[in-house]
């Protein structure tokens, strides 16, 4: 038997927070109350379409938007979580009707990817926006806007921003195979200021989250530079060969 | 006083009841499910060995009867926990937790461990029996048939005896210790043929599992060690042991008689156109002492 393990998550190394994997993940604040437009897009294409009703009277602080299953293309949607409140806008013609979700002005949305290829980034907008207004285009982090980063594979990576031109490093270990069962520790977070990280370099553990706090506009590049295939190196055998227990 | 006595000794005795064990064989397959984890068995096995005693008190006892199992496989299938990340907090709630967080992502799935325990040795420590003589008639026989007709037919009437068991006692399957180190090699050979992705991820998972031996302790819920735990699903829970008394106590009680005597029986065979003599038997018992088996039978009308 095999487990349904979605393979980008073994094959895509690297996370870009302007084309958002299954790794990645975008927390934004609408901040003001009205109706807005959510616009999916995969490079040129709008994918998908949902709304998004910022009321002052909404208890909901968080609302989960999974664009996995938001996209239009049936075979990348993935299985809600349910946080995730049914978002399947589905539809792909912009401007379809979508599925509405409410959250308080001062709650925020999550956009991540649960599964498939992703490569993802939104485009929100106020349904009564003056024409010059651009609205919030996820390839430009905005002031308080976070990026989680999951980065599963051991190496060392380069982070770049490429908006203000920060430069860090970021060491993921190796795994250990020790005596207790190995959980992730948490999240270490990095505050991306107008020309730097603070901290620049991180030492994290497999599957360690990153959250990147945006202080000015920032897109964020995770590219992996040296790969860490342990004390063995590469173990991925050509074949799996033969073991045969024997009992004594 | 009856008419007829025959006696065998104890060596023939043995030797009758090793000719029986001889062709003793068993197989039997199930599955089951125990919540947590499912299994499935297929066996086959034979008897060997074994010492046979004959007492006074009209009984025959079987000693360290060698229960040897040519096919004994075991596959257990559990869900594989695997390796859960992100699920953290991103912006946490000053008076209540989280405020926003992102949902886990988990590895796993499920895997099954084919456990080959063929060649292993139990024992019937104990079985009791009695001697039962069993009047048989064959139901290939025609009705209308005389005792001659059934003869030359080949389907006479016999007297039958049997040993009747009424205490067969397997002990338990002794898993030897080394399968543990077993078991969790084939965990991680489960584990590597489930990912199909590359060594590092295998190598994330199997740490995030931890000890091997302590996750097959959680998931399949024994406390001291592996081999008990294997001993007592088959024996017990599959009631393997169970099934194979049955077996065992059905095969020498109604199935496979230690010595039978046809009825009427041939004392001169056919010659020179004269049909063969038979006498009748009636009344057959056969009981044992700590010296032989004895046969005894009147002769009938």
Redesign the interface.
């Not at chain 1, 038997?1 to 393990?5: S, V």
């Not at chain 1, 195979?177 to 959980?183: F, L, N, R, S, T």
């Given at each position: 038997?095999?487990?349904?393990?979605d393979?980008n998550?073994?094959t895509q190394i690297g996370l870009d927070s302007g084309s958002l994997t299954?790794l990645g993940?975008i927390?934004h604040s609408l901040g003001d109350p009205g109706e807005y437009r959510v616009a999916l897009h995969h490079g040129e294409s709008v994918e998908g379409v949902c709304f998004i009703t910022a009321d002052k009277n909404s208890p909901a602080?968080?609302v989960?938007v999974d664009l996995a299953a938001l996209s239009a293309a049936p075979e990348q949607a993935g299985g809600n979580?349910?946080?995730d409140k049914g978002c399947c806008c589905g539809g792909g013609e912009q401007g379809a009707g979508g599925q509405s979700f409410t959250v308080n002005p001062k709650g925020?949305v999550?956009f991540?990817v649960?599964g498939g290829g992703g490569g993802y980034y939104v485009h929100v907008r106020r349904i009564d926006a003056d024409p010059k207004d651009k609205g919030y285009d996820s390839r430009a982090l905005g002031g308080g806007d976070?990026f989680?980063a999951?980065v599963?594979?051991?190496g060392t990576y380069s982070v770049y921003n490429t908006l203000t031109k920060a430069k860090g490093t970021l060491a993921v270990s190796?795994?250990?195979?020790?005596?207790?069962?190995?959980?992730?520790p948490?999240?270490v977070r990095v505050v991306c200021g107008t020309g730097s990280f603070e901290p620049a370099k991180l030492q994290i553990q497999?599957?360690q989250?990153v959250?990147f706090e945006a202080k000015s506009p920032s897109r964020i590049e995770i590219k992996l530079e040296k790969p860490?295939?342990?004390p063995?190196g590469?173990?991925?055998p050509s074949r799996?060969g033969l073991?045969r227990?024997v009992?004594? | 006083m009856s008419h007829i006595t025959i006696a065998a000794s104890s060596n023939a005795f043995k030797q009758l009841f090793n000719a029986i064990r001889d062709n003793f064989t068993f197989a039997k397959s199930d599955s089951g499910n125990f919540g947590p984890f499912s299994a499935s068995y297929s066996v086959k096995l034979h008897l060997s060995g074994g010492s046979v005693q004959l007492n006074d008190d009209n009984t025959v006892e079987v000693q360290n009867l060698d229960v040897v199992f040519d096919t004994l496989k075991l596959t257990l299938c559990f869900n594989l926990p695997g390796f859960c990340f992100g699920g953290f907090c991103l912006i946490p709630d000053p008076w209540n937790g989280c405020l926003v967080g992102i949902p886990k992502i988990c590895i796993g799935g499920p895997i099954c461990l084919p456990i080959d325990l063929s060649g292993l040795v139990s024992k019937i420590s104990d079985l009791k029996a009695n001697l039962v003589a069993v009047y048989f008639v064959d139901p290939a026989r025609d009705p209308s048939w005389s005792d001659l007709d059934a003869e030359f037919n080949g389907h006479p009437n016999k007297w039958r005896i049997f040993l009747n068991p009424v205490f067969v006692h397997v002990d338990p399957i002794d898993i030897p210790a080394s399968l543990g180190n077993i078991i969790e090699n084939l965990v991680k050979d489960a584990i590597e043929n489930m990912i199909p992705g590359p060594g590092w991820l295998k190598d994330l998972i199997l740490a995030a599992l931890g000890p091997i031996f302590d996750l097959l302790k959680s998931i399949l819920g024994f406390v001291d060690d592996i081999t008990s735990f294997i001993s007592d699903l088959l024996g017990n829970q599959f009631d393997l042991l169970g099934a194979i008394e049955t077996a065992v106590a059905d095969y020498f009680a109604a199935q496979n008689p230690l010595y039978e005597f046809e009825d009427p029986y041939p004392i001169l065979p056919a010659s020179g156109g004269l049909i063969p003599v038979k006498i009748p038997i009636r009344d057959l018992t056969s009981t044992v002492n700590s010296k032989e088996m004895v046969v005894q039978a009147n002769v009938g009308a």
């Open positions: 038997m095999k487990a349904t393990i393979p998550l073994y299954i993940s927390v602080a968080q989960t979580t349910p946080g925020y999550l991540r649960s976070l989680s999951v599963l594979r051991p190796y795994p250990k195979i020790g005596d207790k069962a190995y959980v992730p948490n999240p497999p599957g989250g959250i860490d295939d342990g063995g590469s173990k991925t799996a073991r227990p009992l004594k | -």
